[in-house]
């Protein structure tokens, strides 16, 4: 994709050393997380279930569980979403920020109409009349695929594939910088989802949007990210180019998924698995968080947390790994 260059470009998000605790919990669920996204950029946040990836989408419009204690940065467009007041926080919410989550159905009243839901935040926030923020959704609607007249129509009367439309619609409402994808796709059949991820990128080109797109499909990550951050039980374990990461992987998780993603032209047999699971919350974790489950593991990995370095010859592509030139078609470690 033709992104703008992450480096090069503001970052319209630049999370930096987020520590998240929870009460009852020995560790962080969210320990140490650094990630960006460059304006009109695509990015692609994977792992499996409790990974952190939703808790640190969410921190993006400080949408965090009560009685969270958090530590670090999480900035948009430069500003410190988690410091800012109820009156700046409103308003990143209606306008600068957006969300597109994963069930659309569970978002929308049944019993209202789809343009009441449309043009609902932006009218309240009292920056747009209610008959401009009509012939905004309409023309939002017609972006997405959808004709004007579903303003009037009811949830109920559309399909599951319509209404994620709707809901990328109501998301662009406000003209937001960021777009955050919450598993957009999950519960879509395959035609509509490669619909959704299609329009997803015109819109990005079309209105120069930074995009974070939450997901554990690897392959969908590989075709619309520019960058992709893997994490594992709440820490990055690589991230970098989506092509130089899926090409090569340098963390030995990132591999393990790989491997046990489905393939069509793979001979038949039983499908690979990662063995065990990730460690429980309610332990202290001193060492590397995939070192039970991982083939390279050393007494080292289980004693000390690894720092997160680059790949040789790329400042671009970082893993957290003491083993990382062990991994199969990797350089040998230096």
Known sequence: MN???????????????????????????????????????????VGESGSGKTLTSRSALNLLPPGATVEGAVRVGGQDVLTMDADRLRALRTGTVAMIFQDPRGALNPLRRIGDFLIESVTLAGSTSRPDATARAAELLEAVGLDAAALHQYPGQVSGGMLQRVMIAAALMGDPALLLADEPTTALDVTTQAEVIALLAALRERFGTGL???????????????????????????????????????????????????????????????????????????????????????????????????????????????????????????
Do not use: K
């Not at 987020?18 to 140490?32: H, K, Q, S, Y």
């Not at 994490?231 to 899926?246: D, K, N, T, V």
């Open 212 to 334: 974070l797109f939450v997901t554990h499909d690897l392959d969908l990550a590989a075709v619309i990210s520019d960058r992709v951050y893997v994490m594992y039980a709440g820490r990055i374990a690589e991230s970098g180019p989506a092509h130089a990461l899926f090409a090569q992987p340098r963390h030995p998780y990132t591999a393990a998924l790989l491997a046990s993603t489905p393939r069509l032209e793979a001979p038949a047999g039983r499908l690979a698995a990662i063995d065990g699971r990730p460690p429980d919350l309610r332990q202290e974790l001193p060492g590397c968080p995939f070192a039970d489950r991982c083939p390279l593991a050393t007494d080292i990995c289980h004693q000390q947390a690894p720092e997160p370095l680059p790949a040789p010859g790329r400042t671009d592509h970082r893993a957290a790994c003491h083993h990382t030139g062990r991994l199969e078609g990797s350089p040998a470690d230096a």
């Open 3 to 45: 992104a703008a260059d992450p480096i090069a470009s503001t970052h319209i998000l630049d999370i930096q050393g987020l520590r998240i605790r929870l009460p009852g919990t020995a560790r962080p669920v969210l320990d140490g997380v650094d990630l960006h996204v460059a304006a009109g950029e695509t990015v692609a946040l």
